[in-house]
């Protein structure tokens, strides 16, 4: 069995970063890809980024590619996120997740409880 824990999510201007980590336990953590997806009040949970199990291999959705980051330490069980440039728009609560290496949230199996990204304009 998996846990997943999210953290690092906040309030922060347009142009701001912030790095949110994924912090796991369960010994069969790195045997899984593991996957950022956010959801927007009234808006479906969407796919921001994956990263397989052993960090070589990354997709990103279109919105963010080019500003958000996703990678891994497996010997810390800790996927990070770190978000560059940041818009409103990006305003969601960030979810990660351990299960296929995919863009679609029916292949995970495990999920955090989220952490809030408030982008300010």
């Known amino acids: 069995q998996v846990q997943l824990v999210e953290s690092g999510g906040g309030l922060v201007q347009a142009g701001g970063s912030l790095r949110l980590s994924c912090a796991a336990s369960g010994r069969t953590f790195s045997s899984y890809a593991t996957g950022w997806f956010r959801q927007a009040p009234g808006k479906e949970r969407e796919f921001v980024a994956v990263v397989n199990w052993g960090g070589s291999s990354r997709s990103y959705a279109d919105s963010v590619k080019g500003r958000f980051t996703i990678s891994r330490d497996n010997a810390k069980n800790t996927v990070y996120l770190q978000m560059n440039s940041l818009k409103p728009e990006d305003t969601a609560v960030y979810y990660c997740?351990?299960?296929?290496?995919?863009?679609?949230?029916?292949?995970?199996?495990?999920w955090g409880q989220g952490t809030q990204v408030t982008v300010s304009s």
């Open positions: 997740a351990a299960g296929a290496y995919s863009s679609s949230y029916y292949e995970y199996n495990h």
